[in-house]
Antibody, heavy 119, light 106 residues
């Protein structure tokens, strides 16, 4: 069974930093592209960042470019999102999501971790 | 890449619900649909315009042509009340979501 378990969310002050993590199991992590998708309270889904299976390419939504860094450790089956210079508008539930290259879809989602940016 | 959905759709139990998703030349891309129940993570219900993952009921179907993708729920049940999101992948390596549609089963 595919499982994606996020951790690391919490309260951070504007301008601060936080790292959220995702531990994957039940599939060959090193063969899959992975993404983070966020959802602000009461709002819709927003794709944040994406990384290829070997980490060779990363893509970011414009609003986080230069502030967020996406990385992965295939030996540890883990995905990371380093969030720097955070803003109030980064407050959201962050979902770790598996991308299926064959089906061109997000086929498995984690339960999410809440990041709150507030003073 | 922008995708536009109606904010809300209402349907009576047993009737057919239709949720649209509009985007420039969306028919040239593959559309996916996700269902999000209150307080839960999104779940994939339609991919590649019209395919259903295993375990998704047959009453959920999809189509995509021109600038519009459509999610159809036949024989809508009370348990189908949820938020629905469309999504498409743009070749410029951008993953777009629609704004979401709240489905109410009255």
């Amino acid at each position: 069974e595919v499982q994606l378990v996020e951790s690391g969310g919490g309260l951070v002050q504007p301008g601060g930093s936080l790292r959220v993590s995702c531990l994957a199991s039940g599939f060959t992590f090193s063969s899959h592209w992975m993404s983070w998708v966020r959802q602000s309270p009461g709002r819709g889904l927003e794709w944040v960042a994406h990384i290829k299976e070997d980490g060779s390419q990363r893509f970011y939504v414009d609003s986080v470019k230069g502030r967020f860094i996406l990385s992965r450790d295939n030996a540890e089956n883990s995905l990371y999102l380093e969030m720097k210079t955070v803003k109030v508008e980064d407050t959201a539930v962050y979902y770790c999501v598996r991308w299926s290259r064959a089906d061109l879809t997000f086929d498995h989602w984690g339960h999410g971790t809440l990041v709150t940016v507030s003073s | 890449y922008d995708l536009t959905q109606p904010p809300s759709v209402s349907v009576s139990p047993g009737q057919t619900a239709t949720i649209t998703c509009s985007g420039d030349r969306l028919g040239d891309k593959y559309a996916s649909w996700y269902q999000q129940m209150a307080g839960q993570s999104p779940v994939l219900i339609i991919y590649q315009d019209s395919k259903r993952p295993s375990g998704i009921p047959e009453r959920f179907s999809g189509s995509n042509s021109g600038n519009t993708a459509t999610l159809t729920i036949s024989g809508t049940q009370a348990m189908d009340e949820a938020d629905y999101y469309c999504q498409a992948w743009d070749s410029r390596n951008a993953w777009a979501f629609g704004g979401g549609t709240v489905l109410t089963v009255l």
